[in-house]
Structures are given as structure tokens and as C-alpha cells.
């Protein structure tokens, strides 16, 4: 590895992933709010035909698809 290409405390490139744990955090916190909406919008849709629509139009299968991830 030459002079010119070696990382120093200064470099720009450890100035960005400094900031990556904060980020992580606010992304995570993002995800689980995210989750507990769709949670809430599942638990409503608990009439017969709420599920009967959300089973043949694959909303209730994506809705939990995306809770999953």
C-alpha cells in the first residue's frame, strides 16, 4: 500500500462510517415502527371479508412479508 492511499484519522472515508452507528440506529428504530403499523393494520382487518379480499388480492400475504423482513 503506498503513502497516498493509506487511511489516516482525517480521511473523508472515516468520516463517513463514523456516522454509520447512529445511522444504523435511526434505521432500525424506522423498521420496528414500520412493523408495529402493519401489525395494527392486520389486527383491524378481521371481518370475513376483509380477509376473504386481502387472501385473493395477496395483500395479506405481502403485508406479512414485509413485517418479516
Same mark, same amino acid.
Given at each position: 500500500?503506498?503513502?497516498?492511499?493509506?487511511?489516516?484519522?482525517?480521511?473523508?472515508?472515516? /468520516?463517513?462510517?463514523?456516522?454509520?452507528?447512529?445511522? &444504523?440506529?435511526?434505521?432500525?428504530?424506522? *423498521?420496528?415502527?414500520?412493523?408495529?403499523? !402493519? /401489525?395494527?393494520?392486520?389486527?383491524?382487518?378481521?371481518? &370475513?371479508?376483509?380477509?376473504?379480499?386481502? *387472501?385473493?388480492?395477496?395483500?395479506?400475504? !405481502?403485508?406479512?412479508?414485509?413485517?418479516?423482513?
Amino acid at each position: 500500500m503506498s503513502e497516498a492511499s493509506a487511511l489516516n484519522l482525517d480521511s473523508d472515508v472515516l /468520516q463517513l462510517l463514523n456516522s454509520l452507528p447512529e445511522k &444504523f440506529v435511526v434505521d432500525f428504530a424506522n *423498521g420496528i415502527d414500520v412493523a408495529r403499523e !402493519r /401489525q395494527r393494520y392486520i389486527a383491524g382487518r378481521n371481518t &370475513f371479508f376483509s380477509r376473504m379480499y386481502d *387472501g385473493f388480492t395477496g395483500q395479506g400475504a !405481502r403485508h406479512q412479508a414485509e413485517i418479516n423482513a
